[in-house]
């Protein structure tokens, strides 16, 4: 099968496509062929050597990527929830070796979610390691509960896209900041406002936020906290919540954490149904072909993504 393998890290030219053989799946895998992938920031710094590049190398050959939309072809030994011929998606072995640059992936059982009917490969694809994050970190980290006021940074992008959403669904007043010319696109997402972090700095023109949604690190968590009421909960993704940043925040009450998203086909159900019913839907701006993946990483890198960035196979 073909697939794209880091034998050294650095540029995007380093993503070098190699025929290699099929996974097989084990007990409690399932073997899918995949029909789309998601690129995120992740994969990107993985493959300049950073991020999760060095647990992958220490189980080589390092195969990038972690989201997949597919069809399985085979399961293993024990697996109960799918079949050969079902359509699933997910976040697999994250952030473990997820190996989703591939035609096929041997993925945990416990990682898939059975696609929704309606939605096309892609967008389900688009909507694994971005959406969970969202979801969880809405969800089990801040507890969003109707009528909070929620702020979402960096709305337009892969996460912040599926957290105006989330957060709106759970009927909270989403704020997000993005570029003007994405305001529209976060207002039809369910932003009812939107800040122009180039103009603005949140502490200054924002109060009363009861949770924040991190995305951009240190400088940013510290001056959300200026945004925030006593007691709120601040959630960066960006490990942006440092000691300090906690110390300041624990004077007011406010809980601030750094969060990594995991795999979980009990939170892929949840991002299935709101899929389904019309709830969440996936903007994916740029789909690539499978050859042209290392031009779906300089997509990524251009950190002005609206939505998600796809790859697209076997089809
Ligand atoms: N800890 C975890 O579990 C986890 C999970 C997922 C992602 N992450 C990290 O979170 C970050 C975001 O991920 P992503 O997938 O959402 O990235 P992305 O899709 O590449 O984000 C692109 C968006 O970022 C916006 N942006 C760029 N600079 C900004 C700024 N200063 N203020 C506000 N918005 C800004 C752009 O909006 P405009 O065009 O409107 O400017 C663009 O739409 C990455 O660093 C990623 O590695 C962490």
Redesign the pocket.
């Known amino acids: 099968m073909k697939a794209f393998v880091v034998s050294d890290p650095g540029d995007t030219t380093r993503l070098q496509l190699q025929e290699l053989d099929k996974p097989t799946a084990k007990a409690g895998e399932v073997l899918v062929k995949v029909k789309a992938i998601s690129i995120?920031?992740?994969d990107t710094?993985t493959r300049e050597g950073k991020a999760l590049y060095n647990s992958l190398a220490e189980n080589p050959p390092v195969i990038i990527g972690w989201d997949i939309s597919g069809v399985v072809e085979a399961v293993g030994e024990g697996v109960k929830m799918f079949k050969p011929g079902d359509e699933v998606f997910g976040m697999v072995n994250f952030p473990g070796h997820g190996r989703a640059y591939a035609a096929y992936v041997a993925a945990p059982e416990s990682h898939l979610a059975h696609k929704p009917a309606n939605i096309p490969h892609h967008e389900a694809a688009a909507a694994t390691?971005?959406a969970l994050?969202a979801w969880q970190v809405l969800v089990h980290q801040a507890n969003i509960k109707a009528g909070q006021r929620v702020l979402v940074?960096?709305a337009?992008?892969?996460?912040?896209h599926f957290a105006v959403q989330i957060a709106r669904y759970f009927q909270a007043t989403v704020i997000g900041?993005?570029?003007p010319e994405?305001h529209e696109f976060i207002r039809n997402l369910g932003a009812v406002e939107q800040i122009d972090?180039h103009k603005y700095n949140v502490e200054e023109v924002l109060a009363n936020i009861d949770i924040v949604l991190d995305?951009?690190g240190e400088e940013n968590t510290r001056r959300s906290l200026g945004a925030m009421k006593d007691g709120g909960t601040i959630v960066s993704?960006?490990g942006g919540a440092k000691e300090a940043v906690q110390e300041e925040a624990r004077k007011r009450d406010i809980d601030a954490k750094n969060?990594?998203?995991h795999s979980s086909a009990e939170d892929m159900e949840k991002i299935a149904d709101l899929m389904r019913d019309g709830h969440l839907k996936a903007h994916v701006s740029h789909v690539f072909s499978f050859e042209d993946l290392p031009k779906a990483h300089q997509q990524?890198e251009t950190?002005?993504?609206?939505g998600k960035v796809v790859v697209s196979l076997n089809e």
């Open positions: 995120n920031p992740v710094k390691l971005a994050t940074h960096a337009a992008g892969g996460v912040g900041t993005a570029s994405n972090y995305s951009l993704i960006l969060y990594l998203v990524v950190h002005k993504t609206r």
